[in-house]
C-alpha cells in the first residue's frame, strides 16, 4: 500500500465513500451525546484548537495541517490559534509579580 495522504480509507489504503465518514462521525457523536450534526470538518478544527492549546508553534500546526505557509494557517484558523499576545502578558504577569511582590490583577483598560 502506498501512502497518498488520506486521511479516511479502506484497509487496503483506497478512499471511503464520504458520505460514508459522515455517517460513521454522526453515530461517534451521537453516542458522545454531543449530538448528530457534527461535520467531518470540525475535526480538523478541533485538532488545530489542541495542537495550538498545547503550546504548538504555529510553523508546526501549519506543517501537520498542510498549508503552505503559518500565514496560511493562521488566516484560517485565526479564532484558534491562541495568540502570541497571551504569552507576552503571560510573560508580563510575571515580571509584574516578581518586580512589585503583588499577584494583584492589573485592571483592564477601558477603550
Do not use: C
Not at 32 to 48: C, D, P, T
Amino acid at each position: 500500500m502506498v501512502y497518498q495522504g488520506l486521511i479516511f480509507t479502506r484497509d487496503d489504503g483506497t478512499l471511503l465513500d464520504p458520505m460514508r465518514v459522515l455517517r460513521g462521525l454522526r453515530v461517534i457523536t451521537k453516542k458522545a451525546g454531543i449530538g448528530n450534526r457534527r461535520k467531518v470538518r470540525e475535526l480538523r478544527h478541533s485538532f488545530v484548537s489542541i495542537l495550538s492549546d498545547g503550546d504548538a508553534s504555529v510553523e508546526r500546526i501549519a506543517d501537520l495541517v498542510g498549508h503552505s505557509t503559518p500565514t496560511t494557517t493562521q488566516a484560517v484558523y485565526q479564532r484558534r490559534i491562541r495568540p502570541v499576545v497571551v504569552h507576552g502578558a503571560e510573560a508580563m504577569d510575571v515580571i509584574r509579580i516578581v518586580a512589585l511582590g503583588t499577584t494583584q490583577a492589573l485592571q483592564p483598560v477601558s477603550r
